[in-house]
């Protein structure tokens, strides 16, 4: 019998392999230092594998880490700022986000990230202006991340509907110089939005972290859509 860490046994599994959804009833999971080493029916994991322990599913489903794409987490100081409001993205959410400091959007952040990994998110792809602290606590709390420092040039104000952007190249310059990459997590700095540059803040976004790579022919920049 093979020693493993941790078996899961359940009604449900959502394996994502093969056609479909790859779902598989009565089935258990074997888990050897963090990876899974086994799928099967109940029966044969239970004859061929034992762990100090064993997770009993019964009554849940088990699928793979979901990964949300697209996160704002700061921002989740905010919540309910935004909901039901006349222009919510100025109106609602501008005059409160423009005075937000690093540190309320680092709280914000870990509240979005907990309650992330609480519904089964395991993969946060995030875009804000100063990403270091969610580096930090992504890693602290066991997560992936794809994370991602938009360059924006557009000033930052409430802007009325229908009004253009104003915009400063000079601030598309300061976050490409002030950020370079520090963390193991893969990092880049891309345009926020198509209509949130000018053009200057193009050239230099990129890949950052431990590689420093930037992308070649053929990759792609996150890019954030809204
Ligand atoms: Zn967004």
Known sequence: MTQVDLLVKGPHFYTMQGDGVGYQ?????????GRIVAIAPQEQVMAEYSAPRTL???GHAVLPGFIDAHMHTGLCILRGLAQD?????????????????????????????LEGLRAGTTTFGDYGSQMDGVCRFIERVGARGRITV???????????????????AGYGRQTLAENHGSTRLPTWTSVLAVHCAAGQGLPGCGRHGGSGLRPGAGQQLPQHHQ
Do not use: C, H, K
């Not at 938009?150 to 104003?166: D, F, I, K, Q, S």
């Open 56 to 58: 009993d599913a019964a």
């Open 150 to 168: 938009t360059v924006r040039e557009a000033v930052r104000r409430v802007y009325n509907p229908g009004e253009l952007y104003e915009f400063d």
């Open 85 to 113: 409001t006349n222009n919510w993205m100025m109106y609602g959410l501008g005059p409160f986000s423009a005075q937000l400091n690093p540190a309320a959007m680092e709280a914000g952040s870990q509240l979005a990230i």
């Open 25 to 33: 009833g009565d089935t258990a999971m074997a888990v050897d230092r």
